[in-house]
């Protein structure tokens, strides 16, 4: 049976749903009562890239801090990354007209240094404590929900019929009307 991109992206997203619930089920079972991770707000214990995070001030405005990173990130990476990485990587694209080659040499060169530098800049931060790394992540998901709207709203959508003979119901009703 061949299914469909739809099919195989939602299968792949319960796989990937399953596997996120296994981790937290073996890391919570197997879970140190030591760690420090594990704890939520500010404490002594909470030093990120040496600065001690022990008021909730500090904490709010870490936590501010990422979200404007985070935020930036997802909106450069879905929305710029592409235009330089489907530009340079794809082999059917021979011909590009919005940039010279040096241009996107430069930029697309600059662009990845940038995203690895502030990547691990953001693992050093997340990693810290797991509030921290869900705070970020949260904002990621918002920010994404958004930028993924945007790219969607610059494209057409077509709805195939299931097979060639058969007009689906929402096709009858619009000839209907």
């Not at 509030?131 to 945007?150: L, N, P, Q």
């Amino acid at each position: 049976m061949v299914l469909s991109n739809s099919k195989k992206v939602l299968f792949c997203l319960i796989v990937n749903f399953i596997t996120m619930l296994l981790v937290l089920i073996i890391v919570s079972i197997f879970r140190s009562e030591k760690s420090t991770y594990f704890k939520f707000g500010p404490s002594k214990d909470l030093i990120v890239i040496s600065v001690e995070i022990d008021t909730w001030k500090k904490w709010i405005l870490l936590n501010i801090f990422i979200w404007l990173v985070k935020g930036c990130d997802v909106m450069v990476n879905e929305i710029g990354s592409p235009i330089l990485g489907f530009r340079v990587y794809n082999p059917d694209k021979k011909i590009i007209d919005d940039f010279t080659k040096n241009q996107l040499n430069f930029l697309a060169n600059s662009m990845w240094f940038v995203n690895g530098f502030r990547t691990v800049l953001m693992a050093v931060i997340t990693i810290t404590q797991v509030d921290i790394a869900f705070s970020g992540m949260i904002v990621s998901e918002i920010v994404s929900i958004f930028t993924v709207r945007h790219l969607l709203n610059c494209k057409t959508f077509v709805k195939k019929s299931s097979t060639n003979d058969e007009i689906e119901k929402e096709d009858i009703s619009l000839l209907i009307i």
